[in-house]
């Protein structure tokens, strides 16, 4: 028997896609530009059977990726050529909640969103928040180390998981972890997550879950300048408050959010949303200094929420900003990169000379409290050039993140997009060990093959990554 | 065998080229961890210290590894910051990178995590004398593997550590705390899960077993009163309030309540663990963040006990074998040959 015959021998009719029509939604991930046919799907019920079908992929050397929803932004989820992809979806249970423990185990495909719905009724929640929560999938969260909007104060997916049952390119069935909030030994559950899928399939995960906030306080505050908005953050930090949350969005942004979900949001070339959260007390005292330091700041607008609708209004112009920038451009490019906060003034101004430069519009919505940018490149596909164009545009402003002391990106990972960048981060000896790692678990490099790795020769070339 | 010493990173990678089994100490806090077996070479990176970058409006700083955390701390009171995760043994000379490689956090990662949710970034000497950066500088990336998570608890297993960053935070106005005798364990047990599960924002919740809890408070100490006299409705009881308790949790977090014990121990603890482990007969002993943590004096035989319980561990002084049970082999033992292929380092 070959490959595909032993595949079906392992799972139920219906549960092993080949046909041309059923492999297509498989092709690409939500950065769809990026396109691969893979050779088949398989859908998964059960753990042991993701184990068979890593153990089937290992004896014959076919590459296989693992994906959830296919929320990727980096093309983390792009299938091999020829491979094939293990779809966790139907993998959607959570398996025990335990809020006297506060950890709640689940598998891969359970909705990140879920999980806090799950645990409400506890007054407990999961605190990482992709903007993907509602789609987004745990297994895919950890294999990106997802972040969110409240990363400053509470960490990124990394922190939140405890445990992880996975199994390696190999075939075998390793428990990282514990279920408590110590361990003893290398944090190698720790190290797990953010490999986007190059050192294994996790198989369950044990989240940590947090006591939700007991009071919150919304700000919205509208500015005369991109800087402006900047420098308050600045100044809310240098207050030494700790918001949950603090973000922007300058004008093309508000305007498309205003177009889409009509958030009421003042007229401004900049917003900024700070969310202070805790005991009521701690909030009452919080939100005095916050008022103050607003006001100096020079904000020409400043809107509190006075209740918990008013506060879903604020943020609902903000979550849709995404999706809405889709209305002002046929396709864009988000990137991810992250500046240190004290460098945001000048990444914005640098970021506006580029898409000048470029004759690109550029939308930004950001996480302004970690310093990790969203310039979303608006381009239109369907002129030639252009997408390479928007490309390398987003290639110079991953440039000048790293050149400013942050990162390729804070929370989309690497994935197929950025791979080629890596040599602007890490050196030549960071990523030798990175390869080391991957091939000792991976010899026959067979998990998520082609990803986060740089090629030698450097970047793969346009017409292969869009095949 | 004379001990090595190494102030740069240069001669780090030539001990490491040089020394076929090598193992990192800092200042020595924990000896159990630290003191050369047969056929190794201690290295001494209590030179290799200094703040190398720190801006306190970024909240993260980077410093070397041998850098005692006192000094680190020393630097962020300044500014008004400080690490949450409260690494122990700050008093007595624990660095940074001792802290990291035996992965130890105090009471306060009750309110924002342990050491695992604020390192950043790491640069290591990997067992081939290689230097390795993984991590970053910002507080938050996703670019690569993130080798620095790896060191976390590695006791020195993947390489030496260089430099380290992590993130700070604002340190509350004002603290208080409240401790509280609860009459029995099971009292007291239930009263810490009830305030485990409420959102409180406690910077440190420690039962000392049988029935007392010590909860400490920060904030604006406009809010500090009502919150405790919250906790004290709460907990039915008016307790004894503490203002000025700074001395008191330094204290514990030095560990000062082990002294005297000829076994130190961390036991990864949980709620449903106590009971067991309140069976076993241990000495002094304080269960930090709700329960989670437990720091352990104990005799021999107590070793014995947690050992024949099965119970995961790591003596940080007083015995020779300090980490039960060993990392499981499928994962860890590839990680390990890629980084250390000769077996250089501890855990070989």
Redesign the interface.
Known sequence: MGFLEELKALFPPGRVLTREAELAPYESDALTAYRKRPLAVVLPERKEEVVEAVRLCHRYGVPFVARGSGTSLSGGSLPVEGGLVIALNRMNRILRLD????IAVVEPGVVNLEVSRAAAP???YYAPDPSSQPISTIGGNVA????GAH???Y??T??HVLALE?V?PEG?V???G???????????A??F???EGLLGVALEITLRLL????AYHTLLAAYGSLEAAGNAV?QV??S???PGAMEIMDRLAIEAAEAAVKAGYPQAEALLIVELE??K??V???AK?LAQVIQESGATEVRIAQSEAERQAIWKGRKAAFSAVGRLSPDYIVQDG?????RLGEALKEIGRLSQEYGLRVANVF?AG???LHPLVLYDGKKPGELERAEELAGEILKLCVRL??????????GVE?KGY?PE???T??????E??K???DPKGLANRGK?LPEPGGRPGLEEVHG | MAELRATSLAEVQEAVRLHPRLRPRGSGTKPALSTPREGEVALDLSGLKGILEYEPEEFVFTAYAGTPVEEVEAALRAHGQYLPFHPPLAGKGATLGGTVAAGLSGPMRERFGGLRDFILGVRFVDGEGRVVRGGGKVVKNAAGFPFHRLMVGSLGAFGVMVELSFKVFPHPRATATLRVALGGLEKAMAALERLRGLPLDLLALDLLPPATLEVRLGGFPGSLERRLKRLQELLGREGEVLHEDEAHWEGVRDLSFLEGSPVWAKVPSRLDLIPTLEGLPLGPRRYMAGGELLYVGLEPEGLHALRRAGIPHLVLKGAEEALFPPPPEAFFRKVKGALDPKGRFPLG
């Open positions: 809020p006297k423990a506060r506890y007054g407990l990106f180390n997802s972040g990363c400053l104060k960490g990124m990394a922190g996975a390696t075998e390793v428990r990282l514990g279920e408590g909030l110590e361990g003893v030994g290398p944090d190698l720790g190290f997550v953010g490999t006591p939700k906030p007991e600045s930090i240098r030494r408050l700790l805790g005991p007390e701690e009452e005292e919080e200094l992250v500046v240190p906060r004290s996480h970690d310093g990790n002391g942050g990162s390729l990106t804070g929370e989309h990972g690497i950025k890596m981060m890490f050196a000896e960071d990523l030798l060990a990175m080391r790692v091939e000792a678990l986060v």
